[in-house]
């Protein structure tokens, strides 16, 4: 990048991808001439996705969102004012990045504002497609990728990492009161029926994103911070799975060096 990220305070590791996550890892087996710049898409990501849970007032957290929608267009003509947006327009321009993954990424916080249950898989599949697909996009793009069939695998392969990450953490966002981890036709009748219920129909949403995965990658995406998400969600997808998808009153995670390890291997493949 001319404008180089490693200058500034959004290079790799930031914020957003702290040293023992799969964040981190993804990226530090990734290229590293391509580093910054994917761990500047990282840290954006992370900064929109924090805006719901950060406001007191939906209205609130619709306006943060709205001023990023225009921020997003100043980038894309060159005069950014957020300190965050002078790499993001220096990375558009030179990666010829399209914006709609960003606008998607922005568009799903706004809908997760409004606390939604998708009403069956193929939504909540769609929903965590905008969300960690559009960003998966653009690491795949930056990686180089730029064949439509590189670029729909990659999409996947974010909505796959979204939907077990929702998993992973559907007790917690259950307390919070958001659903948007799980589809609605999933749901009890009675709502207070939910706890008891939540790891069989967590189990069910991981056989359904299993499935999503298996039909859509192929190999084709060769972004190494892509590919490695998705070996480490399906790691931890097994963890879930042997835990009989107990996370109501806890978060299950994988130990960092056995993150490193998968990590390491997949770069190799």
Known sequence: MSVTIAETAWRFPNDATPLGSARYYALRFAPATHRDALALLVLWHA??????????????????????????????????????GAPLAA?????????????????????????????????????????LGALFEL???????RSPESLREARALGAYCRLIAGIRDGGWWWRRGQLDF??????????ERLPERLPTLLATTAARAEQLRAETQRGTCRARS????????????????????????????????RKLWHAWREQRR
């Open 182 to 191: 799980i589809s609605a036709d999933l749901l009890p009748n009675d709502p």
């Open 47 to 84: 900064r929109l996705r924090a805006i719901p849970g950060a406001v007191s007032e939906a209205r609130i957290g619709a306006a943060k969102l709205d001023w990023w929608r225009e921020e997003i267009e100043r980038c894309a003509s060159g005069a950014p004012t957020h300190p965050l």
């Open 226 to 257: 892509v590919r490695i998400r998705a070996r480490l969600a399906r790691v931890l997808t097994a963890e879930l799975a042997a835990s009989d998808y107990a996370v109501v009153d806890q978060r299950i995670a994988l130990p960092p060096l």
């Open 91 to 131: 990375l558009i321009a030179e990666q010829a990045l399209p914006l709609e993954p960003f606008i998607e990424v922005i568009a799903h916080q706004d809908a997760r504002l409004a606390a939604p249950c998708p009403p069956h898989f193929a939504a909540l599949a769609a929903h965590a497609e905008t969300d």
């Open 139 to 145: 690491l795949a793009r930056c990686e180089g990728e």
